[in-house]
């Protein structure tokens, strides 16, 4: 599969295989800047409405996080499908777990 963070507030998933497009949803109010597979094949997506969005492999809607601030420019996940980062504009990191999102602390960036 091959996922795209679209100006237009979508992910967008492609086949690897044959190009051919597999769903479309919409994750963000605004820009969708950012996505990363989880280990078992969730999709993470940050976006510039400061929030971070969860999707099954199939196109389900999984979860959305509170707003976090600021555009949400880097996703990825823990362990497990059900942990996820994002990096926000202002270089905070921050954990999304179930209901709760919390900034990650003694974390600097290159420069920092």
């Not at 950012?34 to 094949?41: E, L, N, Q, S, T």
């Not at 196109?59 to 996820?84: I, Q």
Request: glycine fraction near 16%; aromatic fraction near 8%; include cysteine.
């Amino acid at each position: 599969m091959v996922a795209l963070a679209c100006a237009d507030g979508t992910v967008r998933v492609f086949a690897a295989k044959d190009g051919k497009e597999r769903w479309q949803k919409k994750a963000h109010a605004s820009d969708a800047l950012a996505v990363a597979f989880g280990p078992k094949d969730a999709i993470a997506t940050g976006g510039a409405d400061g929030k971070m969005a969860l999707f099954a492999s199939d196109g389900k809607a999984l979860g959305t996080s509170a707003g976090v601030g600021d555009y949400v420019l880097g996703v990825g996940f823990g362990e497990t499908d059900a942990v996820v980062f994002g990096a926000d504009a202002k270089g905070a990191v921050q954990r999304w777990e179930g209901n709760k999102v919390e900034v990650v602390t003694g974390l600097r960036g290159v420069g920092q």
